[in-house]
């Protein structure tokens, strides 16, 4: 089961830490995904890791704003997200995978925690 908490609202140019909490599982053998999905728009990548193989995928908007780390001690992954904007707005999602091979697609991701909302006022 996957848990995600840290969504509200702020102002462009703000910031917001989301996290994901997992039970029964460890992140570092698995695949983790933040996926968001804008009002009215299908759900896309935002930023995704594979622990052990160290391989990245993140949209290019959150380039240089977003970064990504666990504590696995809470068993908890994080995102950081710098210099938000309004097209940043959307409920954000945590994933994780034991078998993904390419992170950016939504179907290869196992468990999907309920999601978060993330509201950026201009």
């Known amino acids: 089961q996957l848990v995600e908490s840290g969504g509200g609202q702020v102002q462009a140019g703000g910031s917001l830490e989301l996290s994901c909490r997992a039970s029964g599982r460890t992140f570092s053998v698995y695949a983790l995904g933040w996926f968001r999905q804008p009002p009215g728009k299908e759900r896309e990548l935002a930023f995704a890791?594979?622990?052990?193989?160290?391989?990245?995928w993140y949209d290019d908007s959150v380039k240089g704003r977003f970064t990504i780390s666990r504590d696995d001690a809470k068993n908890t992954v994080y995102l950081q997200m710098n210099y938000l904007s309004p097209e940043d707005t959307a409920v954000y999602y945590c994933a994780a995978g034991g078998a993904v091979i390419d992170g950016r697609h939504p179907g290869e991701y196992d468990y999907w925690g309920q999601g978060t909302q993330v509201t950026v006022s201009s």
């Open positions: 890791v594979i622990w052990s193989g160290g391989s990245l």
